[in-house]
């Protein structure tokens, strides 16, 4: 069993920052892929950001270029910096790991993410 915690979010203006984390721990943490999904209201979860665990990396289109996904495989966490925060990033972000058999998965409890002035 993997426990996915996040921290990070919070409250910030359009054109602010904010770095989330996620740290996995539990036995067995042979995690292949994390990533950060998020979820607004009304609408349903999308991929935001994926890392591999060689650092293989890939972005939804909406936030390339503004937003960086790193991972620490000897601490088994990931962190997503998010630049040039728009109101429409606003949303629960969701940590999730997928174990190297590809097929098991965990998700975190989430953490709000709200863009406002």
């Known amino acids: 069993q993997v426990q996915l915690v996040e921290s990070g979010g919070g409250l910030v203006q359009p054109g602010g920052s904010l770095r989330l984390s996620c740290a996995a721990s539990?036995?067995?943490?042979?995690?292949?892929?994390m990533a950060w999904y998020r979820q607004a209201p009304g609408k349903q979860r999308e991929l935001v950001a994926v890392?591999?665990?060689?650092?293989?990396?890939n972005y939804a289109e909406s936030v390339k270029g503004r937003f960086t996904i790193s991972r620490d495989n000897a601490k088994n966490t990931v962190d997503l910096q998010m630049n040039s925060l728009k109101p429409e990033d606003t949303a629960v972000y969701y940590c999730?790991?997928?174990?190297?058999?590809?097929?098991?998965?965990?998700w975190g409890q989430g953490t709000q993410v709200t863009v406002s002035s």
């Open positions: 539990g036995s067995n943490l042979s995690i292949h892929t």
């Open positions: 890392i591999t665990r060689r650092a293989g990396t």
């Open positions: 999730k790991a997928v174990m190297s058999d590809y097929r098991t998965a965990y």
